[in-house]
């Protein structure tokens, strides 16, 4: 069984940083993708970031691209999604979530299993 949880999340100025951490258990993890998504109220759930769990060149939306990076700790199991240069529009819900497929996904279907989600909230 696929168990995800995150932690890591809190209230931050704009321009700060938070480092959110994902520790996996369940999954395997010789054909696994670990993706980073969020989901402010009212909107639907976006894609932040992805990177294949043997490593590889990671996925970013746009609107991080430059200021967050995903990594793997494979011996702690963990994922951690690094965020600087916070801006109020990145405040929401984010989630961990495992896919398992040789490929790196960036849509919400292609993921199995989420983890119960962690709230970051960014002031002006």
């Known amino acids: 069984q696929v168990q995800l949880i995150e932690s890591g999340g809190g209230l931050v100025q704009a321009g700060g940083s938070l480092r959110l951490s994902c520790a996996a258990s369940?999954?395997?993890?010789?054909?696994?993708?670990m993706g980073w998504f969020r989901q402010a109220p009212g909107k639907d759930r976006e894609f932040v970031a992805a990177i294949r769990w043997r490593g590889g060149i990671p996925a970013y939306a746009d609107s991080v691209q430059g200021r967050f990076t995903i990594s793997i700790d494979s011996a702690k199991n963990t994922v951690y999604l690094q965020m600087n240069s916070l801006k109020p529009e990145d405040t929401a819900l984010y989630y961990c979530?495992?896919?398992?497929?040789?490929?790196?996904?960036?849509?919400?279907?292609?993921?199995?299993?989420w983890g119960q989600g962690t709230q970051v909230t960014v002031s002006s």
């Open positions: 979530a495992a896919a398992r497929t040789w490929r790196l996904p960036t849509t919400v279907g292609d993921y199995d299993s």
């Open positions: 369940g999954v395997t993890f010789s054909r696994a993708a």
